[in-house]
């Protein structure tokens, strides 16, 4: 397989680097994270200006047909920056729903705005009991009329404050941890009984607790049918863990780049600690771990759109699992090199490791999908 970037995909790619260049140096972040929203929302009409935000989606709705490749060097490129923007909220979750499952009329009524950078999307998921299990759900989905009322509560929603329009999963029989019976539900975040408190994420980004209390919607934001919702739902948490992967790289390499710089100025005993060989080889180390997750961001890309849902979901699991592991070694050679600065707010480094640690966490950290994987048998199916 051609794994070299077409012409197409190396304009998107130069595009981005130089826009994020000149846009996004350490300091400007800061003042992005302390702006409304906690992001800068003239860069995502700049992506939008570009064309990033369509890249996903087919070109008769409005998209540029830029296929999953394209999402993935997006991902990269805004990992090495810690670029702020509700990329992956918007466009590879709430993007992924619309692809998947959304009527022709809620992908007319909502994709244009994704599209130009106008419309917010957020996937509302997470319960205070549920952890890493989507299938642990308590909100409730009770027919009314023709519609719907939803009552719960969901956490940690991704850049759920500033959404316009919020994925909710919604318990519509069963029990609380029972795979069937749960519907994914379209909701408008300025519905009636929808309240929402934000807050800041360890990592810089922002995110949401947000209570349903008897929210009515229509029978249409209902998508697919009642009860299979969390097999669409883990469909686009896969290809969320694959643009992850590529924001992962994204992050390491960065990080790697910053530790470089520093032991080439940085002095002890008269000269650049750099010069020191045991230093050397770790920095060769986190290299190699680098390369190897690089690999696995090519493999999250290839199998995301895997028909088997068993097989893609083991592939996704393997993913996690080593993009974990690199990103945990990554980070903490980064920090251990840098020594007490590492640490500190106003330098870089620290931040990339905290990035890198919720990469991991979200949608199950790699012991999670390390304990999974083993009991469904290992990787590989049995012959």
Known sequence: ???????????????????????????????FMASAGGYSKDLWAAYAEMGILGLPFAAEDGGFDGGFEGVMIVSESLGRVLALEPWLATVVLGGGFLRHAASPAQRAALLPGVIGG?????????????????????????????????????????????????????RTAGDRRDPEGIGLFLVPASAAGVTRRGYATTDGLRAADIRFEHVEVAGDALLGSPGDGLHLAERVIDEAIAALAAEAVGCMHAALEITLEYLKTRKQFGRAIGSFQALQHRTAEMMVAIEGARSMAMLAAMVAALPDEAARRRQMRAVKIEIGRAARFVGQQAIQLHGGIGMTMEYAVGHYFKRLTAIDTLFGDMDHHLALLAAEGGLLEAA
């Open 1 to 31: 397989m051609d794994f070299d970037l077409t012409e197409d995909q190396t304009l998107i790619k130069d595009g981005l680097d130089r826009l994020l260049r000149e846009r996004y140096g350490f300091e400007a972040r800061r003042g």
């Open 118 to 170: 106008s419309t917010l999307l957020a996937f509302a998921h997470t319960e205070a009991q549920s952890r890493y299990d989507v299938a642990d759900c308590e909100t409730s989905a009770m027919p009314l009329g023709r519609g719907w009322v939803l009552e719960g509560e969901k956490r940690v929603v991704i850049h759920g404050e500033s959404a316009d329009h919020l994925f909710v999963t919604a």
